[in-house]
């Protein structure tokens, strides 16, 4: 069948599926890295955005920080959905006229054999009003 074929080159048939797959053995977990650092990335700094509004929130006059926590709470039930009841937000008064919002919980990661992805997230704000 492959008679007029160098005997070399009849040895080769098949070769590239062992490439694919030795390639896909390396490329995979390398993408599915890149893609879990940039899911994270992003829940992550959705969370500093809800606990940046709730700071203000709480630092806004008329406003103390139940309230404050009570809006970083809803900014991250639109911001993460179900991942949101992972977290515990917890607000706190300065002694130098500042707010702070708190915001400890993890990420379920969604590449095989890793850890849940720990987030820790601060946000302090001003009390306007009078001195």
């Not at 039930?77 to 400890?104: H, K």
């Not at 054999?113 to 946000?123: E, N």
Request: hydrophobic share 45%.
């Amino acid at each position: 069948m492959d008679a007029g074929c160098p005997r070399v080159l009849r040895r080769q048939e098949g070769s590239a599926v062992v490439d694919f797959v030795l390639v896909l053995g390396l490329l995979l977990p390398l993408v599915l890295g890149i893609a879990q650092l940039c899911v994270y990335l992003y829940e992550r700094n959705v969370v500093l955005a809800a606990v940046s509004e709730g700071a203000r929130v709480a630092g806004a006059e008329g406003h103390d920080v139940p309230d404050g926590v009570s809006a970083a709470r809803d900014l991250l039930q639109a911001g993460v959905g179900g991942n949101a009841r992972r977290f515990v937000l917890r607000g706190e008064r300065g002694t130098d006229r500042t707010v702070s919002i708190v915001a400890e919980g993890s990420f379920q990661a969604f590449v095989p054999f890793l850890p849940d992805l720990p987030v820790s997230v601060r946000a302090s704000c001003h009390v306007e009003g009078r001195w």
